[in-house]
């Protein structure tokens, strides 16, 4: 843990004014240091920012350009997840030897207890939400922290020696650890998503790998056999490896034998439940379970107690979210599918004619085999956003007529509702993320959520 003495009036320029950065200047503060906001959005108030801050908590606030002299003296610097870090803005503080971190390696460096360290591009938030509900059955101390939307940074000064941390950590929050490690990690899989960031595929995966990089061999990593980014990864893994897959036999691992989860271990397995028990639907989902059921164990908790809350967990918002069944049609809300590969998920998991809203913010990605996962289930695509031409196009090559563009959400709404018949549904799922339209995916799926709510039952 950081020592309060090291960091009393020490100057530290926290980067971004979110919910990272508030936390993280909270969390300086409370350890003596003297945190200064920074938030390039020249069009903030420095008073709406401070406002932000608990009450008692002081930092200076700069808003716009980043002058010279504001490095000065600074001892550290803390970007949010979403500064980039080869950037010229960056290099400014190389060249001054400023040490750059995340949020996740700042409260790791507060906090005590065991840490539970889950990434992968697809089915984070699902996972940790089910491992925190399991670890809590066990422990009487945990925190879900990190990209799930509570800061790490808030519950790390607070942790004891038994504290168990469960955090779910994005790409972004991964380029900035150094000496972050966690008891058990787990990396459920790797796909293309966010290479306007990463540029590309071998960066991406490399960012992902680094949440075992200082794991040792008497900790755990949970890996996915069925990936091939993190089939390769167990091969070079400093942590002892655990498998799980959907689609093969293992002699060692957690696997799917027809509809039963099975555990085996030195040539012998024993099935552990049947996926029609959870609450889950979708092969993602039984991934997510196996995952979790996997990083648990390894923590130590009875599979009794494991399966038990395996049984009762229910989907996290925004993610294969069932709202409502209107006038016949049942609405899904999955609006966390912010890449083409949780889209897949999303449309595989649908049993009926299916409208779906696709669409969104441009992360350089293609669309070819989320359209080709659509396996004549979609009876009308309704595209929005930046995307909507580009998705369009690659829906027609693969021989998608019914696609309607849209200029607005609410108008993409009115035309799911126009379109679908009883026994259909309609499927939030966008495959792209929220930015452009929404702040983020959360305010695109509770407004689809409030949409569908108001929908009368009848005619």
Known sequence: MLDKNEWKDKKVLVVGS???????????????????????????????????????????????????EALTDVALAVFSPGVPTDTEFAERFRAKKIPIWGEIELAYRLG???????????????TTSLVGEIMAAHCSDVQ????????????????TDETVTVAEISSFQLETTEQFCPEVSAILNITPDHLNRHHTMENYAAVKEAVTKNQRAGQTCVLNYDNPYTKAIGDRCPAHVVWFSSSERLTDGYYLDGEMICYAQDGSSRELMNIHEMRLVGMCNVENVMAAIAITRAMGVPVETVLRVVRQFKAVEHRIEFVATKRGVDYYNDSKG?????????????????????????????????????????ICLVLIGQTREKIADCARKHGIENIILA?????????????????DAVLLSPACASWGMFPNYEVRGKLFKEFVNQLEESE
Not at 407 to 423: K, L, N, T
């Open 338 to 378: 912010t890449n083409p590969d949780a889209a897949i998920q999303g449309i595989k998991a649908m049993s009926k004619p299916t409208v779906l809203i696709g669409g969104g913010y441009d992360k350089q990605s293609e669309y070819d085999e989320w359209i080709e996962a659509f396996d004549n289930k979609v």
């Open 18 to 68: 979110g919910l990272s950065g508030t936390g993280a200047v909270e969390a300086l503060w409370r350890v003596g240091a003297r945190p200064v906001l920074y938030d390039a959005n020249e069009k903030l108030e420095a008073e709406a920012v401070r406002a932000k801050l608990k009450q008692g908590i002081e930092a200076d606030v700069i808003l716009g350009s980043l002058p010279d």
């Open 407 to 423: 200029d607005s959400f609410e108008e993409a709404f009115a035309i799911c509702v126009r379109e679908a018949q009883s026994g």
């Open 112 to 126: 005590r207890g065991k840490v539970i360290g889950i990434t992968g591009t697809n089915g984070k938030t699902t």
């Open 144 to 159: 879900v922290v990190g990209n799930i939307g509570n800061p790490y940074t808030l519950t790390a000064p607070d942790s």
